[in-house]
């Protein structure tokens, strides 16, 4: 196997575990947690999970984009997003949304309202994410 191959496996390998663990993550993980243990422990296990979550999926994202770049594969561009986007959740969206949710739980004026908000858009741009993903994969992207 010549480098450019290995290359692009390393790639492949990195997209599917990025879309594996988001589908994990988003399907089964969240949801069998909120039914398990109630929305305010499973709130507390979230706000634990959700940075190492974001980590390891830019991680991974970044490894796959540096991976497709070496073997001349045009997914790096999309798995570049990915892995940007992640960052972005990480250091940008979570520590707005964890203020917003401690906030609301403190029982701040409006904070139940601007929680909502940022708890949506970090759904949305999870969900925007695996649609790269997911479209990368198929080879739409």
């Known amino acids: 196997m010549d480098a450019n191959a290995l290359a692009a496996s390393i790639g492949d390998l990195a997209m599917a575990l ?6 994990m993550f988003s ?3 969240a949801p069998a947690a909120f039914k398990a243990i109630g929305t305010q422990q499973a709130g507390v ?3 634990a999970l959700f940075p190492l979550y974001y ?3 830019a991680i991974a ?3 796959g984009a540096v991976a497709f770049a070496f073997a001349g594969r045009h997914e790096e561009w999309a798995l570049a997003g990915v892995a940007l986007g992640f960052v972005a959740l990480l ?3 979570l520590p707005a949304v964890i203020a917003a949710q401690t906030a609301r739980d403190a029982g701040a004026s409006g904070a139940a309202a601007g ?3 940022l708890h949506g858009l970090s759904i949305a741009l999870n969900i925007v994410l695996f649609l790269v993903v997911f479209a990368t994969m198929i080879g739409l992207l």
């Open 18 to 23: 990025v879309f594996g663990g988001m589908a």
């Open 115 to 117: 929680f909502a908000k």
């Open 55 to 57: 980590r390891v999926m």
């Open 27 to 29: 399907f089964i993980v």
């Open 61 to 63: 994202s970044a490894i």
């Open 91 to 93: 250091y940008i969206v």
């Open 45 to 47: 296990l979230m706000r």
